[in-house]
Structures are given as structure tokens and as C-alpha cells.
């Protein structure tokens, strides 16, 4: 069974930085494309940035491009997002996910992380 773990949030002043990490274990992380979303209190989970499985091709919400770098090692079945230059509304709990996909007509499911909380004060 497929797990993540989320780790290396906590509290940060507006402008500092924070690195999340996301271990996985259990499934073939080096095929999963992955993902960072975030649920602020009373919203919805948005998608924050995306990074496909071998690592090529990132891609971010228009609200944290330029501050945020997603990555990974496939190695060490980790996926990192490094947030630098955080604002009071980056505060919310951050997820990160295997996204789901088919290879062929083989359907291999995805898998979210339980969160870990991010609050940025003023």
C-alpha cells in the first residue's frame, strides 16, 4: 500500500522561507508524476505545482510562480517544495499527492499525504 508523508512545515514570518518534503514508499514513485496542494480554512484544495516523473517539467499556480520550486529525487523517493518569499495567504495545510495514471489500459491509482501545516504571520 502506497504511503506519503509530509514533512517541514510550522511557522514563518511574511518573507521567509520553507522546505516541505514528501517521502514515499510503497509504489514506484520514479512513475508518478507529483503534486503540492494546499486547503486554506473554509477553502477549497488548490493545486500549488506539479512535477512530472522524471523530473523535466514543473509546472505552478499563477499565485506562487516565482516563489516556490518544486523538485524531486527519484532516488530517494522524495518530492521537495521549496517556498521562499511566504505571505500570510500561503498559510494553509499542504498536501502532497501521486497523481494517478494509466499506462496502457492499466489504471494505477494515486495517493495523497496526510499534510502538514504552513502558517506565515504578518
Known amino acids: 500500500q502506497g504511503q506519503l508523508v509530509e514533512s517541514g512545515g510550522g511557522l514563518v514570518q511574511a518573507g521567509g522561507s520553507l522546505r516541505l518534503s514528501c517521502a514515499a514508499s510503497?509504489?514506484?514513485?520514479?512513475?508518478?508524476?507529483m503534486s503540492w496542494y494546499r486547503q486554506a480554512p473554509g477553502k477549497e484544495r488548490d493545486l500549488v505545482a506539479t512535477i512530472t516523473s522524471d523530473g523535466s517539467s514543473t509546472n505552478y499556480a499563477e499565485s506562487v510562480k516565482g516563489r516556490f520550486t518544486v523538485s524531486r529525487d527519484n532516488a530517494k523517493n522524495t518530492v521537495i517544495l521549496q517556498m521562499d518569499s511566504l505571505k500570510p495567504e500561503d498559510t494553509a495545510v499542504y498536501y502532497c499527492k501521486a497523481v494517478p495514471f494509466y499506462r496502457g489500459s492499466v489504471y494505477n491509482r494515486g495517493y495523497w499525504g496526510q499534510g502538514t501545516q504552513v502558517t506565515v504571520s504578518s
Open positions: 510503497g509504489f514506484t514513485f520514479s512513475r508518478y508524476a
